[in-house]
């Protein structure tokens, strides 16, 4: 499968950002998917992830209340909806997918994912 990411930026501090991430696959409902973002010297890490069941999400405590995952399987897409971005959220994201559909894969276990290609975010002060 490829996972194309795209929507990334430069925003300023307190505005919103959509990303997007396009897979391949007719097989898309099945899978679980996620977000992580990796910050120039850092290490990456998990921002939100959704389970083949769309009601089934999680988020890193950082970005809770103001990301928000979906997906809309017609179109093999997930989305991660930024709003009130932080110069802290400045990173490139990532998006991941599980096969099993298993979102505590997703965030927990980024070696067994596959990748996108990432798209940077960045946010201004």
């Known amino acids: 499968v490829q996972l194309r990411e795209s929507g990334g930026g430069l925003v300023q501090a307190g505005g919103s950002l959509r990303l997007s991430c396009v897979a391949s696959?007719?097989?898309?409902?099945?899978?679980?998917l996620g977000w992580y973002r990796q910050a120039r010297g850092e290490e990456r890490q998990f921002v939100s992830g959704i389970s083949w069941n769309p009601t089934d999400t999680r988020y890193a405590d950082s970005v809770k209340g103001r990301f928000t995952i979906s997906r809309d399987n017609a179109k093999n897409t997930v989305y991660l909806q930024m709003n009130s971005l932080e110069p802290e959220d400045t990173a490139v994201y990532y998006c991941a997918a599980d096969y099993g559909g298993s979102l505590e894969i997703v965030a927990t276990r980024d070696d067994l994912l596959y990748w996108g290609q990432g798209t940077q975010v960045t946010v201004s002060s």
């Open positions: 696959e007719r097989t898309f409902s099945n899978y679980a």
